[in-house]
């Protein structure tokens, strides 16, 4: 079993990319082949909305974007994984502008008929893709502020995941980071920990 972490977090020792690596490490324990993405360490460009990609040949797993980055490697990786832990800070209410143009350039993995002007894109994906996700969102918010911060955040993170077929299995939103204290920390890591192992089970469960 193989599993991706994407962290949208520009910080690469931030609480962020600690809980996503603490995830990770929970998915190696299951026995899981892990790997992590910084987004902030690839060259990804912004998406032009030529929009190439989505009516590009069906038959491909991938639709061919014009750019010329690191992208059209990570979502040949993308789809070899059975699961996705992905992790972002909250900035002004929603995901950092690293992920969110992760998120723009996953367009190619939807596919639409030049024809089907109006109607939603279409998974390039075959049936049988049972793929699962955990995401992870931080903010100086405190918890309760969960709805405001959290909430749009996994909105986004998640949004192509209907179309390419990939079940969402745990949300956390780490809270009051500028001030967690070492025991809240602990407790966090250790949550985020069994969330990436809880990812591995729920996915083992379905093969
Ligand atoms: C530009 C910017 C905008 C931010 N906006 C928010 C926000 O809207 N809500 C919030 O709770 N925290 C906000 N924060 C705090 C970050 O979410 C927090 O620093 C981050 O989760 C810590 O993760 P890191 O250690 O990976 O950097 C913001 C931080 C920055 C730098």
Known sequence: MYIIGFSGSPRLNGICSRLMQSALDGALQQGADVKRYDLIKLDIKHCLGCCQCIFDDPQLPVGRCPLKDDMAAVLEDYMLADGYIFACPVYHGTVTALMK???????????????????????????????????????????????????????????????????????????????????????????????????????????
């Open 101 to 207: 143009k992760f998120i723009e350039r996953k367009f190619g993995l939807s596919w639409r008929a030049p024809e089907a002007a109006g109607k939603l894109p279409e998974s390039r994906v075959p049936a049988d893709f049972k793929k699962k996700a955990i995401m992870i969102a931080t903010g100086n918010s405190p918890d309760e502020f969960v709805e405001v911060m959290g909430d749009p955040c996994f909105e986004v993170m998640s949004s192509d995941w209907m179309v390419e077929q990939v079940e969402t299995v745990g949300k956390m939103y780490v809270g009051g980071v500028e001030t967690l204290s070492p025991t809240d920390t602990e407790d966090r890591l250790k949550k985020s920990f069994d969330a990436g192992s809880h990812l591995v089970e729920a996915i083992r469960k379905d093969l």
